[in-house]
């Protein structure tokens, strides 16, 4: 069906526009679930730097938010000398019910420690750097920072999940304004 009004062609293409402005803010966001299916819990003397290594491995964006599952333990987010010296007298922010949610709320360094005694000590400790939404996608490196190639065999840590769903979520709404503009205009 072809419209041949001027104003349905308009309001067709005001719809589109406004559906596809509404899609781009709902794809903007993701949840991240810290430590998989163990959760925020100390980690295995073999391998302390757990967290962090998982953190680099992921692109974050404003907006996006950090959940932590998690039993008899607490989370806090502090400042960088609090976090190199595990020291949780003065967090930024404190939970402890459980299962918590942080919302990145701007760009830069997000410092996250455990409250509990000894549990940063043995590495329940993570950073995370937080992309603004101007920064393009080439503005944070993925997981290999070295700028040696990993070694043959190891996993792809290039595109994280939400990054590569960011990109196929703007491609399919590219994809449809295309469509639906030859089909209408």
């Known amino acids: 069906m072809v419209y041949k009004s001027t104003t349905a062609k308009s309001l067709l293409l005001l719809f589109i526009l406004l559906f596809s ?24 003397a073999k ?21 932590f599952k998690y039993k008899k333990d607490s989370v806090m987010v502090v400042r960088e000398e609090d976090y190199k010296k595990c020291r949780s007298t003065h967090p930024i922010f404190f939970s402890n019910n459980g299962a918590t949610l942080v919302k990145l709320d701007r760009s830069g360094l997000f410092y996250f420690i455990s409250g509990v005694a000894g549990h940063c000590e043995r590495g329940q400790k993570m950073i995370i750097k937080v992309m603004g939404h101007s920064d393009g996608p080439g503005a944070s490196p993925g997981g290999n920072q070295t700028g040696t190639p990993p070694p ?3 996993p792809d840590s290039g595109v994280a999940g939400p990054d590569m769903a960011r990109v196929l979520a703007m491609a399919s709404v590219q994809l449809v304004l295309v469509l639906v503009g030859s089909i209408f205009f």
């Open 152 to 154: 043959p065999g190891a």
């Open 47 to 67: 391998d302390p730097d757990m967290y962090n290594d998982w953190a680099s491995k992921n692109r974050f964006q404003v907006d996006d938010t950090i959940h």
């Open 21 to 44: 402005v509404s899609l781009f803010n709902y794809v903007r966001a993701f949840d991240f679930e810290v430590g998989g299916d163990d959760g925020w819990a100390v980690p295995p």
